[in-house]
């Protein structure tokens, strides 16, 4: 099993630009997550997804959108990257009440 | 809604024992879990307490009292890898599957 993977571990984006964080697991849990973690700070919850083709906002979805095609992948879309956004993006997926996360996405915007 | 509260910081010396409270509020309530995570890493999964009692695994405790809406998570031994942020949590009452996270506590082992 190789758990919650995340790709990339970093990226550099200039203001404006748009990408695509990805993130898959393989241990057929419904329920994923995206979080993002700002420095010396707690989790904040990004979008959430409960199953294939349902996604609902979490508390900072503003800047962010997802899709849930499939229960292996949750992808989470910058649409104009800000300096605001710059961050480390946790994705997550969940059995029961115990959470698994990924490595993280470190991500700067300039 | 639902709120966890946790000190911010906690500091021991190697060897000790440190006790990492954690108080919440939610209007369904089903268990409490504990997250850890050292810096510049993801959190990995602790313990998880759904009755009142103490949980124990190796050098780690976590208690949980429902009556008094309050955990908290021991450390004995304390070594300097137990340095990190430690995060407590409950799941949303909507049960989707949704974690309610605290701010963390950021422990601090001295030599």
């Known amino acids: 099993n190789a758990g919650v993977t995340q790709t990339p571990k970093f990226q550099v984006l200039k203001t404006g630009q748009s990408m695509t964080l990805q993130c898959a697991q393989d241990m057929n849990h419904e329920y994923m997550s995206w979080y993002r973690q700002d420095p010396g700070m707690g989790l904040r919850l990004i979008h959430y997804s409960v199953g294939a083709g349902i996604t609902d906002q979490g508390e900072v979805p503003n800047g962010y959108n997802v899709s849930r095609s499939t229960t292996e992948d949750f992808p989470l879309r910058l649409l104009s990257a800000a300096p605001s956004q710059t961050s480390v993006y946790f994705c997550a997926s969940s059995y029961f009440d115990t959470q698994y996360f990924g490595p993280g996405t470190r991500l700067t915007v300039l | 809604g639902q709120s966890l509260e946790q000190p911010s910081e906690v500091t021991a010396v190697e060897g000790a024992i440190v006790q990492i409270n954690c108080t919440y509020q939610t209007s369904g309530f089903y268990g409490l879990s504990w997250y850890q995570q050292h810096d510049g890493g993801a959190p990995t999964f602790l313990s998880y307490n759904a009755l009142d009692g103490l949980e124990e695994t190796g050098r780690f405790s976590s208690f949980l009292s429902r009556s008094d809406s309050y955990g908290y998570l021991l450390l004995q031994e304390l070594q300097m890898k137990d340095s990190a942020s430690y995060f407590c949590?409950?799941?949303?009452?909507?049960?989707?599957?949704?974690?309610?996270f605290g701010q963390g506590t950021t422990l601090q082992v001295k030599p």
């Open positions: 949590a409950v799941r949303d009452p909507s049960n989707t599957g949704k974690l309610i």
